[in-house]
């Protein structure tokens, strides 16, 4: 398994990831594509923008999004990594979001993503991720918990109403010793 960079190039099984997507899922936002397959490359464009924007407040926050691909190199799933925190981030979103297509799930994928997504950010300095997961997520809750993630709270969303857990993970994993 590995992360792509999303570029205006794109994979095998993207149109079709993001049209599963739809509007999100799980607390992961969707894109303008799960509406209208016809905005797809006008979205490619966005994401490679979004990546190398430079900062115009201290609100904005650059976006890395990635692809979770298989051995294969066929897209199973989307990262979305943020290096910086604005206070809404902080609040809710976190450095990592990510989102496996219903047809790969049960397989691995979200774990290993939150690992590599997890290098990515120690690569760039981050010592601790933020990631924020939606109370009824067991399985993601599971992930979080599973890769050492120690749970601050449990908040409300305003907007939704829906309740959320946010985990800290610290990005230089730690390995278990073999008695």
Known sequence: MKLVAVTTKSLPGALELLTALG???????????????????????????????????????????????????????????????????LNKGGHVGYYVAPAFRDRGYGKGALKLALAKLRAKGVKHALITIESYNTVSIG?????????????????????FHRFWLETKLRTKKKQ
């Open 23 to 89: 509007d999100g899922e799980n607390g992961f936002g969707g894109t303008p594509v799960g509406k209208d397959p016809n905005k797809f490359d006008e979205w490619l464009d966005y994401c490679e923008h979004i990546a190398k924007a430079p900062a115009l407040s201290d609100y904005f926050v650059p976006q890395s999004n990635y692809w979770m691909t298989d051995e294969a190199g066929y897209i199973v799933g989307l990262v979305r990594l943020h290096i910086r925190l604005n206070d809404d981030l």
């Open 143 to 163: 992930i979080a918990k599973s890769l050492g993630g120690v749970q601050e709270d449990e908040r409300v969303d305003y907007e939704t109403g829906q309740a």
